[in-house]
């Protein structure tokens, strides 16, 4: 078992498979990218495997795939295969652009759910915020997924005077499907100027849903959630918000997180952590990996506005989140 030093089991873990992505979400990565690993660098597929297992032993029931975009691994359901041999709980965070040439074969593994990103229903406005023009991609592949029998929840970034406006057009999916709708304050992860002028707090994004949805009510959600979760009268799915920059929730935090170069972070605002991938070539045994993977556990800052103080480089910059997984 993984537990930090507040007694809090780690039993989580989010893997982001590769840092590359199709998309350029302006909250997330300026247009031209960012200074892309090279495909040497990142965890290759025996070492995701090696980590299955001994992150298996340690205790880890649920992960989560996540990016940059995990369908840009051309070796995608190979990961899936590696990791469905250890986990029962395999989740995947998407931006659904690239889903469609597997869609058959994605029954074959152990996926509990997708969270697929759309930050508008809108075509020119979906192109305006991914510079890309994918919305029918993404839009067609969440109802076929959901119809297929997967839980889907949809990640909203909340932007102020970009997509606020369309927060009940959102909730509106939730009615009469058994979707999760989240709703995420910006946080400032896009290596550039951190999303600051577009920020909206979950007060406001609460409020904004409760003006057009005034039966919105506050759920009790699993004690480790990231989201709050609320109802809305007579709705099937239910809406959340993700407190990314207020941290409410750390408290309960299970999450460890691994970097596509095989960086163990043990906050999303942590940026040292020892590197797995070079211990895995350097050599190690599964027995020292997990003694230092324990170790590092118990480095877990108590919360993320302390992992925030604790950082070593420049914070006025903060990476893009397509290096850390979200
Ligand atoms: N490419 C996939 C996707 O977009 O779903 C997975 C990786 S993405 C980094 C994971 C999640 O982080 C997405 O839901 C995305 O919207 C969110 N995200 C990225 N940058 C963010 C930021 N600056 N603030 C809040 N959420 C962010
Ligand atoms: Fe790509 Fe996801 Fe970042 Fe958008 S949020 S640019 S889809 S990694």
Redesign the pocket.
């Known amino acids: 078992m993984l537990i930090d030093s507040f007694g809090r089991t780690i039993d989580y873990l989010r893997l ?1 498979v590769t840092d590359k ?1 199709n ?1 350029r ?1 302006r ?2 990565m300026p247009e031209e990218g960012i200074d892309f690993s090279k495909n040497e660098d990142l965890l290759s597929l025996s070492e995701i495997a090696r980590l299955a297992e001994v992150f298996g032993v340690l205790g880890i029931n649920k992960v989560r795939l ?5 369908f840009m691994r051309k070796d995608i359901l190979q990961v899936l295969e590696v990791l469905s041999l250890h986990f029962k709980n395999i989740n995947l ?3 659904a652009t690239l889903i469609q040439p597997y869609m058959h074969q994605l029954k074959q593994y152990n996926i509990s759910s997708f ?3 759309i ?1 508008s229903l809108h075509r020119e406005k979906f192109f305006a915020i991914t510079k890309r023009d994918q919305f029918e991609t993404v839009y067609n592949t969440i109802w076929e997924l959901y119809n297929m029998g997967f839980r889907v929840k949809l ?1 909203v ?1 909340v932007m102020k005077g970009i997509n606020e406006t369309e927060i009940a057009e959102f909730c509106l999916l939730a009615k009469n499907h058994k979707v999760d709708v989240r709703f ?7 290596a550039h100027d951190g ?1 600051e002028s577009q920020f909206l707090s979950l007060t406001e994004i609460e409020e904004h849903i409760i003006n057009t949805f005034p039966s919105l009510q506050k759920v009790d959600s699993p004690r480790k959630s990231s989201s709050i979760k609320y109802s809305i009268d007579g709705f099937v799915g239910n809406i959340g918000i993700i407190p ?1 920059y207020s941290r409410s929730l750390c408290g309960m935090c299970n999450r460890i997180r691994l970097t596509p170069e095989g960086q163990l972070l043990t906050c999303l605002y942590a940026d040292q952590g020892i590197n797995l991938r070079d211990l895995i070539r350097d050599g190690f045994t599964n027995e020292q990996l997990i003694a230092a993977i324990k170790g590092e556990v118990m480095q877990k800052a108590k919360d993320g506005f302390v992992a925030e103080s604790n950082r070593v480089s420049d914070s006025s910059v903060f990476q893009s ?2 290096t ?3």
């Open positions: 982001a992505c998309l979400c909250y997330c996540t990016g940059g975009e995990p965070t998407t931006n969270n697929i990103s930050d990640n970034v995420i304050e910006a946080m400032p992860f896009n999303n990314a989140m397509t850390i997984g979200g």
